[in-house]
């Protein structure tokens, strides 16, 4: 059994910075495409950011500029530098994995970790 667990999130006011991590536990051979996406109160969830196993990254343009996707492969962690905040990014965010077990390509989604941006 696959999980992915976030953490990191909290409260910050307006300006300030989060760093979430996610990290993927259990039986796999590999990870492949890793990304954070999130969803506020009422609306859609979006992708954030993503990045590749060798580490190509995609940002959504409110993303762009003021957050950081990184990852290490051997610890099997995603983490996302969040700075610049402001109360739009509210959200609960989500880590998201392809993982690469019993002959085929699962995609996985963590449990969320809530971002409150707020004075």
């Known amino acids: 059994q696959v999980q992915l667990v976030e953490s990191g999130g909290g409260l910050v006011q307006p300006g300030g910075s989060l760093r979430l991590s996610c990290a993927a536990s259990g039986s796999f051979s590999s990870i492949n495409a890793m990304a954070w996406y999130r969803q506020a109160p009422g609306k859609q969830r979006e992708l954030v950011a993503e990045i590749t196993s060798n580490g190509r990254t995609t940002y959504a343009d409110s993303a762009k500029g003021r957050f950081t996707i990184s990852r290490d492969n051997a610890k099997n962690m995603v983490y996302l530098q969040m700075n610049s905040l402001e109360p739009e990014d509210t959200a609960v965010y989500y880590c998201?994995?392809?993982?690469?077990?019993?002959?085929?390509?699962?995609?996985?989604w963590g449990r969320g970790t809530q971002v409150t941006v707020s004075s």
């Open positions: 998201n994995a392809d993982i690469a077990r019993n002959f085929g390509l699962w995609n996985h």
